[in-house]
């Protein structure tokens, strides 16, 4: 299991402009993101997810603007930001995972866990606050999207 943190772009995350296709990202503004938004493509974090075992990269995008505070973003809210995934098909790329999600966390505690592959690409583990409770997701791709498998409420 590899852990991923998401406070700085440290770790497996990385500038767009480093970690993406340029298609990519475009792909991304076209589908989620307002005709604004072109001039910030470059400044997201993505994180590129490779095992041997998949035939495509699966790339999770933050579209939360480093430069600006988390209140002065426009695809962030009371949730946390819109993190997106995507995979390289034939015809472009295709989204496979569209989640709001907040960084706060206790510290410590992974964000994102990468695990097995199944079905070509790898589960996801992710984590977020609910209340006085740890909310543990896991998600796994099915052919199609990611979808939640296992939900777990922890105390923390």
Same mark, same amino acid.
């Given at each position: 299991?590899?852990?991923?943190? /998401?406070?700085?772009?440290?770790?497996?995350?990385?500038?767009?402009?480093?970690?993406?296709?340029?298609?990519?990202?475009?792909?991304?503004?076209?589908?989620?993101?307002?005709?604004?938004?072109?001039?910030?493509?470059?400044?997201?974090?993505? #994180?590129?997810? *490779?095992?041997?075992?998949?035939?495509?990269? *699966?790339?999770?995008?933050?579209?939360?603007?480093?430069?600006?505070?988390?209140?002065?973003?426009?695809?962030?809210?009371?949730?946390?930001?819109?993190?997106?995934?995507?995979?390289?098909?034939?015809?472009?790329?295709?989204?496979?995972?569209?989640?709001?999600?907040?960084?706060?966390? /206790?510290?410590?505690?992974?964000?994102?866990?990468?695990?097995?592959?199944?079905?070509?690409?790898?589960?996801?583990?992710?984590?977020? =606050?609910?209340?006085?409770? *740890? #909310?543990?997701?896991?998600?796994?791709?099915?052919?199609? *999207?990611?979808?939640?498998?296992?939900?777990?409420? =922890?105390?923390?």
């Amino acid at each position: 299991v590899y852990q991923v943190w /998401p406070r700085s772009i440290g770790q497996n995350w990385q500038p767009a402009g480093i970690a993406a296709p340029p298609e990519l990202m475009e792909q991304a503004a076209r589908d989620h993101l307002d005709s604004n938004f072109d001039e910030h493509l470059e400044q997201l974090a993505v #994180m590129k997810i *490779l095992h041997r075992e998949q035939a495509t990269p *699966l790339y999770l995008i933050n579209t939360r603007i480093p430069s600006r505070s988390i209140y002065d973003n426009p695809h962030c809210g009371t949730l946390g930001c819109l993190h997106l995934g995507y995979i390289q098909t034939d015809s472009g790329y295709q989204n496979v995972l569209s989640m709001y999600l907040g960084s706060h966390l /206790p510290p410590g505690t992974p964000f994102i866990e990468v695990g097995e592959v199944r079905d070509g690409m790898p589960e996801l583990t992710i984590r977020q =606050l609910d209340g006085a409770e *740890l #909310m543990r997701v896991r998600l796994a791709f099915n052919s199609e *999207l990611y979808e939640p498998v296992e939900t777990q409420f =922890l105390p923390f």
